[in-house]
């Protein structure tokens, strides 16, 4: 019996002004937004699908994917029915709708794919009053560029109209192929839903000693590990790969079940919102504790009794054992990235080692090219981001796979790690001070009078008495990277202060979302001496917070009483 085919029609729509993505081709918004305005989502699939030439679009694969968060579902909806309508010939989806964004990235890259969309809202909370995310994904597996970003806000400004096949229906539970003859199109539009894992597990088996991983976790000197999904999209992975494939008991992962509010939390890898890894570590029965973001691609690791290890702090220690990876025995290491608020402790083991350090803005786009060009092997954010040039976007399940490999060939515990690593490279005393929720103007206009207070001539080598300390000005700036690929020059990234002895402070706004703001302090002091690397960081950076709030004025214009999140 032949099959009727699907129409596509054409919706007239009108233009919404607030749909600029916020880098990497992505859009966070509140649900309510996404959920209750007329054609808000089907306008920005609609500008993001038109930003695709034409040609290029025609026919081409492109990847699907969700952290599982509130409004999924019914978003891959709408994004399979306007694919099939303008032109995708084929969509790859995981199971259930679940991908973590490392896995999106792996299989753009494997399959050679056009691009593909991820909906997620990452660290950000879920359910009806949570966020919502689109985000875009290009040929590299990587962020969008900001020329792509760019292209879509326009197209989204002039978008009159929008082409969709409403009656188009995907089974997302039933792996294999699906087809659909669509009114008008010579080839049937194809879905093929895989299973989440399994094509990612097949890329970190050709990147690390799994035998070597195994036998920490189930050999004679075991160590026990603690690993938090925090009811993101990890669940599955760490299940399957740290669990059925690597040993790990059952009862290593909690949290491992994907649930639409995160269970009501922030899925936030971070001190404030992993309390329960936290306590759970600090009872000393666990040697390695490890919590993952909504979306996979950030991470938080934790040794025996609670002991913090901070971002900047595991990218410098994962840099200095890449030799523990086969992959980089292999490939070699070209050089390091880090964002420009990320600590200089990379830079350390980056001289040591002889190759390049690239300080590049925030956001992991930046990264792509650098290792598309072949500049770098390995990249990270202080916001508990780190990466290799195995992918284009960052991976949180990789870093903690390193992370046990490296315990299992150092055979110490995480906290004499750390503490080696501070004894050979020095502490780099760090802490992020987080604003959230600002009123945007108030924000803006905090960072527009710090910009002409610190730029002005009679800021320079001004000196800052507080307590027994004096902090001498160096130099200041405002951020600005000139990509060494494409010569592309990206201006106002952040307020830095580097003082004589080195430490810094930096303010950065940022831009994840238009309805609030979040302004970020940034404060980091280098101590060589390993008698004085007990100290507690805020103890030791109380001084360097003291002068950013007196030139920031930040408590006295928000009406704060102190930040909403320090990391």
Not at 422 to 436: I, L, M, N, Q, S
Not at 536 to 552: F, M, N, T, W
């Given at each position: 019996m032949e099959r009727t085919p699907i129409p596509v029609l054409t919706v007239q729509t009108a233009p919404y002004e607030d749909q600029r993505?916020?880098?990497?081709?992505?859009?966070?918004?509140?649900?309510?937004?996404?959920?209750?305005?007329?054609?808000?989502?089907?306008?920005?699939?609609?500008?993001?699908?038109?930003?695709?030439?034409?040609?290029?679009?025609?026919?081409?694969?492109?990847?699907?994917?969700?952290?599982?968060?509130?409004?999924?579902?019914?978003a891959i909806e709408i994004v399979v029915q306007m694919a099939a309508a303008n032109g995708i010939g084929r969509l790859v989806i995981g199971q259930n709708g679940i991908?973590?964004?490392?896995?999106?990235?792996?299989?753009?890259?494997k399959i050679k794919a056009a691009g593909g969309i991820i909906l997620t809202a990452s660290h950000s909370p879920g359910g009806p009053g949570g966020e919502f995310g689109v985000k875009f994904e290009v040929s590299n597996g990587g962020p969008a560029p900001d020329i792509v970003s760019e292209k879509?806000?326009?197209?989204?400004?002039?978008?009159?109209?929008?082409?969709?096949?409403?009656?188009?229906?995907?089974?997302?539970?039933?792996?294999?192929?699906?087809?659909?003859?669509?009114?008008?199109?010579?080839?049937?539009?194809?879905?093929?839903?895989?299973?989440?894992?399994?094509?990612?597990?097949?890329?970190?088996?050709?990147?690390?000693?799994?035998?070597?991983?195994?036998?920490?976790?189930?050999?004679?000197?075991?160590?026990?590990?603690?690993?938090?999904?925090m009811n993101g999209v990890m669940g599955p992975y760490v299940r399957r790969i740290l669990c059925d494939e690597l040993g790990a008991p059952a009862n290593s992962a909690v949290n491992c079940i994907p649930l639409e509010d995160f269970g009501g939390q922030p899925p936030d890898p971070n001190l404030t919102y992993a309390t329960a890894l936290l306590e759970a570590m600090k009872g000393g029965e666990y040697g390695f504790g490890a919590a993952f973001d909504a979306d996979g691609d950030r991470y938080m690791i934790l040794g025996q009794n609670g002991f913090f290890v901070n971002a900047s702090d595991s990218l410098a220690i994962i840099a200095a054992h890449l030799s523990c990876i086969p992959y980089f025995c292999q490939t070699g290491v070209r050089g390091f990235g880090r964002s420009m608020p990320t600590s200089t402790a990379l830079d350390k083991v980056a001289k040591v080692m002889k190759v390049p350090v690239y300080e590049t803005p925030a956001g992991w786009r930046y990264f792509s090219n650098l290792m598309d060009s072949g500049r770098c092997s390995l990249c990270g954010e202080e916001s508990f981001g780190t990466g290799s040039d195995h992918l284009r976007e960052k991976d949180g399940l990789w870093a903690v796979l390193v992370w046990l490999s490296i315990?299992?060939?150092?055979?110490?515990?995480?906290?004499?790690?750390v503490r080696d690593h501070?004894?050979?490279?020095?502490?780099?005393?760090?802490?992020?001070?987080?604003?959230?929720a600002l009123e945007p103007r108030t924000a803006y206009f905090i960072m527009r009078d710090l910009e002409a207070l610190i730029t002005d001539k009679s800021f320079s080598h001004q000196q800052f008495a507080v307590g027994n300390n004096i902090y001498s000005v160096e130099r200041t700036d405002s951020f600005e990277y000139i990509d060494p690929v494409d010569g592309t020059v990206t201006k106002r990234q952040g307020l830095r202060i580097i003082f004589s002895d080195a430490s810094r402070l930096i303010f950065r706004m940022s831009a994840s979302s238009h309805v609030r703001a979040t302004l970020r302090i940034y404060a980091?002091?280098?101590?060589?001496?390993?008698?004085?690397?007990?100290?507690?960081?805020?103890?030791?950076?109380?001084?360097?917070?003291?002068?950013?709030?007196?030139?920031?004025?930040?408590?006295?214009?928000?009406?704060?009483?102190?930040?909403?999140?320090?990391?």
């Open positions: 993505p916020t880098g990497g081709g992505g859009l966070r918004r509140p649900t309510a937004l996404f959920e209750g305005q007329r054609n808000y989502l089907p306008n920005f699939v609609q500008s993001l699908l038109s930003s695709v030439d034409l040609r290029d679009r025609q026919g081409c694969t492109m990847v699907v994917g969700s952290d599982g968060r509130y409004f999924s579902k019914t991908l973590s964004t490392p896995a999106v990235s792996c299989i753009i890259r879509i806000y326009q197209i989204s400004k002039t978008l009159e109209e929008y082409a969709i096949c409403p009656d188009l229906r995907v089974d997302l539970s039933r792996l294999g192929r699906q087809e659909f003859d669509l009114e008008n199109k010579f080839k049937p539009f194809r879905v093929e839903i895989v299973d989440s894992v399994e094509i990612y597990l097949n890329l970190l088996r050709s990147i690390f000693d799994f035998n070597a991983i195994r036998n920490l976790l189930t050999g004679p000197n075991q160590i026990k590990i603690r690993i938090d999904a315990l299992a060939a150092r055979k110490q515990s995480v906290e004499e790690i501070w004894a050979k490279f020095g502490r780099h005393y760090y802490c992020r001070f987080d604003y959230e980091e002091s280098y101590e060589k001496d390993p008698s004085q690397h007990n100290k507690e960081p805020q103890a030791v950076l109380s001084p360097l917070i003291a002068i950013a709030l007196k030139i920031s004025q930040i408590h006295e214009r928000t009406g704060r009483k102190g930040p909403t999140v320090i990391t």
